[in-house]
């Protein structure tokens, strides 16, 4: 140990870890100890080195921070540790015992912000005054404070990346991201040749094949360094004796982040990209990470910039970038992702710029909580142009004499969304289904008034009404109240029975047509067109709404309730796949017919003709329609229709 100067010595040991320690002991303990000096800008602790203890700063100030990118200095700075901080918790696992199966257990480094004076504490030190009592409380105190803050930390990050996130990563593919051709080895290989390729190569990984050309394991540096360099023995030794054999593998056709839960789940740093157990290349965890970009922040930006008079220009930049993703022939449920994502931000800044407007004119902020819900196509989730608006308000039940009061600002909140929406683009809903309308806002208590009188009075108006109302989507506002209006329609709905009932056997006069087989064709008989909203889509969002319904179901995408009604065994998983492909098919055909009669510049329609389809489309819309009327006959049969 170094010399200690007296004034570092003092506040070492008024450290809750030295504290309680005898004068004979702590003086032991501080000769295992190393004091050092740094200067601005200098390393502490390098990201690569082992960790072998704790690190308490006695002056100055120190930045821990992680590498971003490939060249020096992108780093993204963690934690900042002043004067009686410490670093290395997350070391007492390897203290304690706990094994790690990670490849690389460090990835952050520790540099001086200004000049410092450090205390490097080993474990031994840490060992010694593990029985104090005091010592364990404080140590706890301080992981507990560290992971209140890692998951503040993440949560907040997590929000970010999924507000200015990227939809570059939902259709970018492994094939995109992956080295090719793979390096690879036969098993048989000697390990000094195997050591002597690796390096050779400039890669910290090698594919193994078998005699058969097909993968048979990978080799890493640290199964070198473990299985080889740790034991002294390479006698005799091959490729095969030192691989992990039946490494996990990905398709090249896998997208972005379906990738990287696989790396993630798994806890690997390496990953084959195979096709019938040959290797086409090869994709790391690193490769990810280096790739993700912003993809989408310049549009994101663009909304978040707009004011109610140049609105209307980001549904262009939105087209612009469905154009791409169609163009690209990116599977129909990813581009709704992208594209929904974009109008709620879209949406969400139309309700802000309204609250604007509310405060410039002097009626303030929402005088109670509430929540703004969406309808209709952007509802399920599955809007890719702009349509009709559609949506609702609720806020909080209030006192009789204050009502009045409430309603009339709610009512001015939700005029001004609507115009906002309309200079977005959203025109205005034909059927009056919006928040600027007395019976599509109110309390809690007065939409629950309004379910009962639906329930009670099953007119076809009424269940036209319950099934756009079904559709609802939170989009903003206050998310306890929120939970409360979901509960109250769940409740509603379960004492709807005859209401449900006659919505099914309204849906039994409406059956999903059946496509004429092609050798019908011969006789000229076969159908020329389908409506494929009114005919597919809608049977299957209305037999999910109801089966949904029946079961406690009353929010969320297609997609979503689909997945909760296997979850509760009231569809098979395998019927749920079939329900999900049929899904993707009609949207699909949807999307495509609109988005190129909207190029083409012709009017909208949701007729398809079928001389417009490829056989392959055909096809699968046979195979759609007929699980889409199996939907409908389980519908029918849970409420007792046959």
Known sequence: MMNKPNNYLENAQKHPLFSGAPAAELEELLEQCELNSYSKGDKILYAKSAREGLLLMLEGVAEVSVNTGQQAGEQEVLEVLEMGEMIGFSSLADFLGEPNPHEENYTVEVSAAEDSVCLHIPYTV???RWNDEAVRDYMMRQVAVRLREIYASLAEQVKLARQWGESDPFI?????????????????TPVRDVAQH????GVSSLLILDDKEKLCGIITEKDIVSRVVASGDTRDKTAEDIMTPKPYTVSRSVYYYEALSKFLINGVKHMPVTANGRPLGMVTLSDLLRKKNRGTFDILQEIEQSTSENLHEVK?????????????????????DVITSLYDRLVRHCVDLALEKMEAEGHGRPPVSFGFFVMGSGGRGEQFMLSDQDHFLVYENVPKDEVKKIDTYFSLFGK?????MESAGYQRCRGDMMASFTQWRGTISRWEERLRTWGLRATNDNILLGHNFLSFRYLCGDEVLHDRFTSMVKDQFKKSRIFLYRAAEQ???????????PIRAIFRMKREKIDIKKQALFPLYHGLQLLGAHNGIVEGTPKERIRLLQSQNAISRDFADDLLFAYEVVLSI?????????????ESSSEVHFAHMKSREKEELMIALKTIRSLQSKTLAAFGIM
């Open 172 to 188: 970018r593919r492994v094939q995109d991201l992956m080295t090719q051709p793979p390096i690879t080895i036969a098993a048989s």
């Open 590 to 602: 949807r999307v495509s017919q609109s988005w190129g009669r909207y190029k083409r510049g012709e």
């Open 416 to 420: 001004y969304i609507v115009e906002m």
């Open 507 to 517: 849906e039994k006069q409406s059956p999903v047509p059946t496509l004429d087989h």
């Open 316 to 336: 262009h930049a939105i087209y612009g970038v469905l154009d791409k993703l169609i163009e690209d022939d990116i599977p129909v449920l990813h581009i709704m």
């Open 126 to 128: 840490l060992e010694a």
């Open 198 to 201: 690796m390096m050779e190569s």
